[in-house]
């Protein structure tokens, strides 16, 4: 394959970056703003729950990390991932564990379930191998819970902690558009599929609201039909984007915002929140033209192995063919903790949550 280095002029992602440079500088609390942070989700968080799974979805190698303080870790892009960077601004001076490495001391400040491929639907990702679903995610998260209490941690401490959700992207580009190993397209309409998707997610949202969790960040869905490896794969009809990947993407957002609402509606004593990617992207989407990767990557999409990246990650939107660079996961996480329009974040952005 090719190689192209990705090159994107963004003069808006450069003032955010030295913005968030000043703001951690200015603002280094003691003490974290909430005692725990637990996050789920799928490549766009995990930091290595994949590295000993037989998958072909797993990134511990280099160029991987090669902007991490910890160089090589599983962490789909070059350094942090928007949940390491949310975790920084919430105040925790070290990275969330990875639920495969997590010891007893550190699993009361909290725990990451991320697992690259994986989805809202169990069947989700498993052309590729391996990988730890969302309904498992929360059964090892039960049994963390169960631990805890052994450890004398008592539900009013899960109960002040934050909770982020990122998933379900999987469930399209690694199910309902790989008719070639699933048939959730020939059993549902987009439409129909983003109900299937929805109703499964609102049953495991419950299940984490019934585990202590009262403060809850869901992220929505990205436009996937915009990275380099979709566009490839499917080419845009002169369009920016896979226009029919982003229409089936925003069928299930278009779902997942007024869930949110329902279960801050049902569920009293809980503060759901709903994150717009498509909201705080629109500024990177606006310079969209040559978003290709910043390794040289793969068939796959994925790196090649010790292959040397464009020098200034900075200017690069995707690291590789589907996973975004720090920069854009430093942008994502800055504003939905504090959110600059009303739709990025809504009702609340991470930075209010915390304070509730
Ligand atoms: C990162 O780790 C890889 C092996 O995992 C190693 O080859 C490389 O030299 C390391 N880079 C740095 C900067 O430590
Ligand atoms: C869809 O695929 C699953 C296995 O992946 C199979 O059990 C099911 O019968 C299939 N359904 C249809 C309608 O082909
Ligand atoms: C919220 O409560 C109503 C009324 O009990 C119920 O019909 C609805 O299914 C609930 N919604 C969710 C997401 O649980
Ligand atoms: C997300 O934000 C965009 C841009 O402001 C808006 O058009 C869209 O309706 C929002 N999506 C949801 C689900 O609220």
Same mark, same amino acid.
């Given at each position: ?17 030295? #913005?968030?440079? #000043? ?23 995990? #930091? ?87 309904? =498992? ?14 450890? =004398? ?111 801050? #509606? ?31 990557? =793969? ?58």
């Amino acid at each position: 394959m090719d190689h192209m280095y990705g090159l994107v002029l963004s003069i808006h992602v450069l003032i955010v970056v030295l #913005n968030f440079n #000043n703001f951690v500088l200015s603002s280094k609390p003691s003490k974290p703003q909430v005692p725990c942070y637990f996050i789920f989700g799928d490549s766009m968080v995990d #930091n290595g729950n994949n590295n000993k799974l037989k998958t072909k979805c797993k990134v511990n190698y280099p160029p991987y990390g090669i902007d991490f303080p910890e160089n090589v870790t599983g962490r789909f892009t070059n350094g942090r991932t928007s949940a390491d960077v949310i975790g920084e601004f919430l105040g925790f001076s070290k990275f969330i564990p990875s639920y495969s490495t997590a010891s007893n001391d550190e699993i009361s400040r909290g725990v990451n379930y991320g697992s690259g491929c994986a989805g809202i639907l169990k069947k989700t990702g498993t052309h590729l191998g391996n990988r730890i679903s969302l309904d =498992r995610q929360l059964r090892r998260h039960k049994s963390v819970v169960s631990r805890l209490f052994q450890l =004398r941690k008592k539900m009013t401490l899960l109960k002040k902690c934050i909770y982020v959700i990122n998933i379900g992207s999987n469930d399209y580009i690694n199910n309902y558009f790989r008719p070639d190993f699933y048939n959730s397209s020939e059993l549902y309409t987009k439409d129909q599929y983003a109900d299937v998707l929805i109703k499964q997610y609102s049953r495991q949202l419950k299940t984490l609201y019934s585990l202590g969790a009262r403060k809850i960040v869901v992220f929505g869905l990205a436009k996937s039909g915009c990275s380099p490896a979709q566009i490839d794969r499917f080419g845009t009809d002169g369009r920016p984007c896979v226009q029919r990947i982003n229409d089936a993407v925003e069928l299930f957002n278009n779902r997942l915002m007024p869930l949110v609402l329902e279960l801050n #509606n049902n569920k009293t004593d809980a503060r759901f929140t709903f994150i717009n990617l498509t909201s705080i992207l629109t500024l990177l989407g606006d310079v969209h033209l040559p978003s290709v990767p910043c390794c040289q990557v =793969r068939n796959d999409w994925q790196c090649i192995p010790n292959s040397v990246p464009f020098p200034i990650r900075s200017m690069c939107i995707f690291f590789d063919g589907t996973h975004p660079t720090e920069v854009s996961n430093i942008f994502i996480a800055t504003r939905s903790y504090k959110a600059v329009s009303v739709s990025d974040a809504y009702p609340y952005d991470i930075n209010h949550l915390a304070q509730l």
